[in-house]
């Protein structure tokens, strides 16, 4: 039998030290590591594997975020199974425990379950009163998801339905979490970073902010959709292939301020400028 880090590696995004996961098949990775350094002046050293190693798109990673993640782990790891978790959200156990980090899912938690399936998502994050468009419309800008529709259209036609279907949606799988069969990651990041990159070209990023410039990130969390379903669609995957899994955020969320600062971008279409 292969080794945990043989049969299963999930990345775990970071720009900063953090408490981590101690099962081995987590591997942090220090994300947006090209060019970053300490207060002397040397660069930057976390204690993790840099997404700057080999083939990278660590520079990208101010609009990026997490993606530079996935890209990196695309190109290096070997693992049967790929995995992309946030350093603040985690796949968990429920209930949760007092202290969350025990709830973080482990190996032997999930070793069961390769095999039966193909896809592993978070549950559906629901917006209730907005579809996946006009919420994205509200908070951001619709510009963009528009051009992702025009690249989608002209790439990939055969997506264009999916999308259509799943911008129309008030739930999705979000934050760029998944666990997926290795060959299903490479499928999945051929398509997507040849959509981001086609992105890049066609939407201006010079007068927006530094929270708003993150929209590539913000993208790929509503395409993953459209790409899963379309998987499904075009019987390429089963319904039961796909397996959601509860999450938990490892730090408490003010919902408050994001209940406000929701229904301010709804009704007074004011932006978001940053996270909760």
């Known amino acids: 039998m292969k080794d945990i880090s043989g049969r299963i590696q999930i990345i775990v995004a970071t720009h900063k030290k953090y408490r981590m996961?101690?099962?081995?098949?987590?591997?942090?990775?220090?994300?947006?590591?090209?060019?970053?350094?300490?207060?002397?002046?040397?660069?930057?050293?976390?204690?993790?594997?840099?997404?700057?190693?080999?083939?990278?798109?660590?520079?990208?990673?101010?609009?990026?975020?997490?993606?530079?993640?996935?890209?990196?782990?695309?190109?290096?790891?070997?693992?049967?199974?790929?995995?992309?978790?946030?350093?603040?959200?985690?796949?968990?156990?429920?209930?949760?425990?007092?202290?969350?980090?025990?709830?973080?899912?482990?190996y032997q938690d999930l070793a069961p379950l390769l095999g039966q399936y193909q896809v592993f998502v978070p549950k559906k994050r629901r917006y209730y009163i907005e579809t996946l468009y006009s919420h994205y419309a509200h908070t951001h800008y619709a510009v963009q998801l528009d051009a992702t529709r025009d690249i989608i259209e002209q790439f990939y036609p055969d997506y264009l339905e999916d999308f259509d279907r799943i911008t129309k949606q008030s739930s999705g799988y979000m934050f760029n979490m998944m666990i997926m069969a290795r060959p299903l990651v490479g499928e999945y990041c051929t398509w997507l970073f040849k959509i981001l990159g086609e992105l890049e070209q066609r939407v201006d990023m010079a007068e927006l902010s530094p929270f708003q410039r993150r929209y590539f990130g913000r993208i790929a969390e509503i395409i993953f959709n459209v790409w899963l379903a379309h998987q499904v669609r075009a019987d390429r995957l089963k319904a039961s292939d796909i397996k959601t899994l509860p999450y938990a955020n490892m730090e408490k969320t003010n919902w408050l301020k994001k209940g406000f600062s929701f229904l301010r971008a709804k009704f007074f279409h004011r932006k978001y400028e940053g996270s909760f």
């Not at 994300?31 to 002046?41: F, L, M, N, Q, Y």
Request: proline share 6%; with cysteine; net charge negative.
């Open 21 to 106: 996961p101690e099962d081995p098949m987590y591997l942090p990775l220090h994300v947006g590591a090209e060019g970053k350094t300490d207060g002397e002046g040397h660069p930057l050293d976390l204690g993790y594997v840099k997404d700057n190693t080999g083939d990278n798109i660590s520079l990208k990673n101010d609009g990026y975020c997490e993606l530079t993640g996935l890209y990196w782990a695309w190109k290096h790891v070997r693992a049967d199974y790929i995995g992309l978790v946030h350093y603040r959200r985690y796949f968990v156990k429920k209930p949760l425990h007092r202290d969350r980090f025990q709830s973080i899912l482990t």
